[in-house]
């Protein structure tokens, strides 16, 4: 296996040359897009003038691919010049630890270029790689960079991008449109030709319009500039379109990209081979690096394993396109593919989930919700069902027969030698480039988070040819390969044991196998064994029916980010223990809400618009009864608490606000007012353990409160709190309350502060879980699957009131108790009418053109109520203001707001250029001259930063989750949008307002 050398320097051919004859490079890129999406490449249902325009002008390469099918792994791979396999970066949105050598950007710069990057990061990894004194980020671009020195700039369209789809929130917004369904002619021929699909592409198109129009303003931005002579020029989209079945697929729809660029005539002799303006060479997203380090006449770096495709250093073809994709969401589901345009091959290496495993982002385009409630209605059979039925291990198209690869080969016996021959190459492809993907989630990020897997891989000499021969064998394995893979099952490296129990699923899955082996259920059952190797076989004991066995296992994993894309897969195996798994769980949870569908339990209409259901009103009555007696299964012993129980049980305890569970030797209290009245226990055998479950619903952003354990003298076993720290943007944060006679202070429950979780958000229910240890004296608490450290138990000295009152004098303390930096604010009469004002100025102050009139006096009214409202916030955030000061600045705000209104009103509009629902107050900070976003207390999986003008212009955009801004400010009121998902989580977003002051 070829394995990279880490370059430590590298030989600058034209470094001596003048800036001037070193060319500038332009990228200008957009989301989301297949080539036949533009007039240039075919489309007749839209016009892109400046495209075409450009595309006559320059060269159309119409054969690009962007190896990934999403936008991380293809721009891994731009940014690299190297397969981001080869470095494990292929996992969407998964940063990783790489050389810095290996961006070619650095390279760039220590060759004498400025390097400019505007807009998505989204390079699978942790750093910066652009000039830092000269960063957009700083409101600078090339047009601020000296005659004399040559750039590379990189900008970046995002409106194509497939969430303008799939975000049900933004009520409306397809209504402001300009193509239309009726419009379309054409659609690949693996999608059926449903409303909603047709409705997706037609919208779609219609962003391609806007991506048209941007692209003429950067063009003209650049002539502007006067080194439109000197700079070349690519426009691509980032990777194939977004239609369902294309993006984070590797078919030809979600990795070829439509691909042009422009040399200026003192560059024309360097343009690539092309006949009359075509370019019919596979070209990757590899490949643009090398080229770009050809044209400024640099030697490629030795890493890089694209090919200069004009310029001095140009080398030949290539043979084939590679393309490669790791996950949907949490599905890990890896497939390999090669094409020389004739044939095309693919290896799908889990062939238990079906092509279309659903993930939460994806599935909030209507397309595929209308493509997959057809088919579950039987309405679809052949080249329309295929997408959700269990992959096939090798794929194989003629696609000059068949562009829309719709009729599988790989078992014609008239094509078996062909198979054969490039199943040859695609090994040879994996094994050569070093791919480093076949690692699932939990390995690289647990067992590879002290080290990147390419640096372990490299130290240690790591074989990984192993690693390809049981992923193969897993996709493929049938009842005669059970001893080979029981032999890998007891393999001393996890990953081999992950694919050979992958196998193993496969065969009992597809019923190749009679009998599931005892290791299966031994490794399911070790708790020291990877944790997706356990979840991966007890899926196959689900496939065995052996019920009893995993339900205890998958109530505990429901939430797990690392299992719940295996379990949700299962498919209507599912169906006898659903009503088991149901109990206890939120619907609001995708993939439980994905799971309880496959089951027959949710109907599919509940996938993705209600959040609030209860069992009652949507079970489906089942023919399986499951009924698992302790002593036949050895599992938990599992009681419901909810409305439908004998109330007579519960013991109350007489306190104003609380309520308790009683549940044998224990009772669960919590918060009536804040919590929902689900809850559940289990113990084990001896009474050695006890876990309580309790479903929690938020009532706001901001809620604090505690729960506590209690034996049955009322005295507390185990507490904590549950808040938020609304300074970083909501972190769940347990304090545990072990010893409640202890002195309130601030550094006491600073100390105690554990964060254990990512956002709280507003009426979404959350599943806590007190697991605790009689014979350790310890107890956890589980959030949504985050778990804290082990705390001991409070001693049973004190009695409830006791603890109440500690509590109560926590929260009710006149100097607040600090969680971690933030301070719980005192609640004054003065501070609630100065908040009451400010809801009264927000409207005011960020209408569509507030300030903006032609009538002076209405401008310098609202500049008066600005700079009062400013102070205001400053006041309110510090919440330490004396009750004079509040009084003062309450009158004066109060005076301004008059002064205003006297002058003119102004509303707020009902559609907002940023398409935002609503405004709250600004809490990004400023530091050293520019504004921040507070940082995540747990690294986003994936983050995308916005700033607009209250018009809709996009003034900056950013994945660095803790990068400032400073911008030129022409207008006092912007907004920032921010969409991010945290890892387990579902895609969040939220915009908000701020207001900048000279």
Request: charged share 25%; with cysteine; glycine share 6%.
């Amino acid at each position: 296996m070829m394995r990279i050398k880490i370059l430590t320097f590298f030989f600058v051919l034209g470094l001596a040359l003048q800036a001037g004859d070193k060319p500038n490079f332009l990228v200008l890129m957009f989301e989301d897009t297949s080539d036949d999406y533009l007039s240039a490449f075919g489309n007749t249902a839209i016009e892109t003038p400046n495209f075409d325009q450009l595309a006559k002008d320059g060269i159309m390469f119409t054969n690009a691919y962007s190896n990934g099918p999403q936008c991380s792994p293809a721009r891994s791979t731009f940014i690299r010049g190297m397969y981001a396999t080869t470095v494990g970066a292929e996992w969407h949105r998964m940063d990783v630890a790489t050389p810095d050598d290996f961006f070619f950007p650095r390279l760039l710069q220590r060759a004498g270029y400025k390097t400019y990057l505007k807009g998505k990061h989204d390079f699978n990894t942790p750093k910066d790689h652009w000039d830092k004194e000269l960063k957009i980020f700083n409101g600078t671009d090339y047009t601020k960079c000296p005659a004399d020195v040559p750039f590379y700039g990189q900008y970046n369209f995002f409106d194509t991008h497939m969430s303008r789809i799939t975000d049900t929130r933004l009520k409306g917004q397809r209504d402001d449109r300009t193509v239309f369904a009726s419009d379309i002619d054409t659609l690949d021929t693996y999608l059926p030709h449903t409303e909603w699909v047709m409705d997706d592409h037609a919208y779609h198109l219609h962003k391609i319009t806007l991506f048209d129009a941007w692209l003429k303003g950067q063009l003209d931005k650049l002539k502007a500039t006067g080194r439109a002579d000197n700079t070349i020029i690519f426009v691509t989209s980032d990777h194939g379109g977004c239609l369902p079945g294309s993006k984070g697929y590797i078919r030809e729809a979600g990795v070829e990209v439509p691909m042009i660029a422009y040399f200026p005539p003192k560059w024309a002799h360097m343009l690539p081979e092309n006949k009359d303006g075509v370019c019919s060479e596979i070209v990757d997203f590899s490949d643009l690096a090398p080229t770009f380090f050809s044209l400024a006449g640099l030697e490629k770096p030795e890493h890089m394993q694209g090919r200069a495709i004009c310029g001095p250093g140009r080398e030949d073809p290539k043979e084939f396109a590679y393309s490669y994709k790791a996950n949907q969401a949490p599905n890990f589901i890896p497939a390999r593919a090669i094409t020389d345009l004739k044939y095309k091959i693919i290896w799908n290496y889990n062939t238990v989930f079906p092509s279309g495993a659903r993930q939460d982002f994806q599935w909030k385009m209507p397309g595929y919700r209308d493509w997959e409630a057809h088919w579950r209605k039987g309405e679809y059979v052949g080249i329309y069902s295929y997408f959700f039925e269990p992959m096939q291990a090798i794929e194989f198209y003629d696609l000059e027969k068949d562009p829309g690869e719709t009729q599988n080969l790989a078992n014609d016996p008239a094509y078996a030698a062909l198979v054969e021959e490039y199943k040859g190459h695609l090994k040879q492809m994996v094994r050569e480039s070093g791919d480093l993907g076949f690692f699932p989630q939990s390995i690289r990020a647990q067992e590879f988070k002290t080290k990147a897997v390419y640096d372990f891989v490299e130290e240690t000499s790591y074989d990984m040819v192993p690693v390809y021969e049981a992923a193969e064998l897993a996709s493929m394995a049938e009842a005669a390969d059970v001893d080979q893979l029981l032999e890998l099952m007891q393999s001393p490296e996890a990953v081999i044991r992950y694919w050979a129990s992958v196998g193993m699923l496969r065969l009992r899955f597809h019923n190749k196998i009679k009998e599931v082996p005892a290791l299966v259920k031994q490794m399911a059952n070790n708790e020291s064994e990877n944790i997706e190797v356990r979840c991966i076989n007890h899926c196959t004991l689900l496939s065995d029916e052996q019920y009893c066995e995993v339900v205890p296992f998958f109530r505990s994993q429901m939430t797990n980010a690392y299992c719940k894309g295996i379990i949700h897969n299962m498919g209507d195996k599912l169906r006898p223990v659903a009503a088991e798994l149901y109990k206890g769980f939120e619907t609001s949870n995708f993939y439980t809400r994905s799971l309880l569908i496959n089951a027959g339990v949710l109907p599919y209409e509940e996938l993705i618009d209600h959040p609030d259901l209860t069992i009652d009103s949507v079970l489906i009555e089942q023919s399986d009864t499951l009924d698992c007696q302790p002593e036949a299964c050895n599992e938990l012993i599992h009681d419901d608490f909810s409305t439908g129980n004998d109330l007579s049980q519960w013991k109350e305890i007489p306190t104003t606000d609380m309520m308790s569970l009683q549940s044998g030797a224990l009772c669960v209290l919590f918060d009536k007012e804040k919590a929902n009245v689900t809850a559940r226990r289990s113990f084990d055998a001896v009474m050695q353990k006890a876990s309580f479950s309790i479903k929690y619903k938020s009532d706001n952003g901001t809620s604090r409160t505690y729960f506590s354990l209690l034996n049955d003298n009322e005295e507390p076993v185990a507490a904590f709190l549950l808040g938020t720290l609304e300074q970083v943007n909501g972190a769940f944060v347990i304090s545990a309350l072990n010893d409640v006679n202890a002195k309130v202070e601030k550094s006491n429950i600073k100390a105690k502060t554990k964060y254990i979780g990512d956002f709280f958000t507003k009426d979404i229910y959350y599943n806590i879980v007190f697991d605790v240890d009689f014979v350790a004296q310890t107890f956890a608490v589980t959030v949504d699957g985050k778990r804290s450290d082990d705390f001991p138990l409070i001693q049973p000295s004190t009695s409830i009131k006791a603890f109440d009152a500690y509590v109560e004098k926590m929260y009710s303390s006149g100097e607040a108790a600090y969680f971690d930096d933030f301070v719980v604010e005192i609640n004054t009469q003065e501070k609630n009418e100065l908040i009451a004002l400010i809801d009264q100025c927000k409207p005011l102050l960020y209408g569509e053109y507030a300030g903006l009139s032609t009538s002076e006096a209405r401008v310098e009214a609202w500049q008066n109520l600005n700079r009062v409202f400013l102070q205001a916030l400053e006041l309110v955030k510090l919440c330490n203001a004396s009750e004079t000061t509040l009084k003062a600045l309450t009158d004066s705000l109060q005076d301004a707001l008059d002064a205003y209104q006297k002058v003119s009103a102004i509303g707020l509009s009902e559609s907002h250029p940023a398409e935002l629902s609503d405004f709250i107050l600004p809490d990004i900070f400023y530091a050293g001259n520019a504004y921040y976003l507070p940082r995540f207390q747990q690294k986003p999986q994936s983050l995308l930063f916005e700033i607009f003008t209250l018009k809709g212009q996009k003034l900056f955009s950013s994945t660095q989750y803790d990068q400032g801004w400073q911008g030129e400010l022409s207008a006092p009121v912007y907004v920032w949008r921010l969409n991010y998902q945290l890892p387990g989580q579902t895609p969040q977003s939220v915009g908000k307002v701020m207001v900048f002051v000279d």
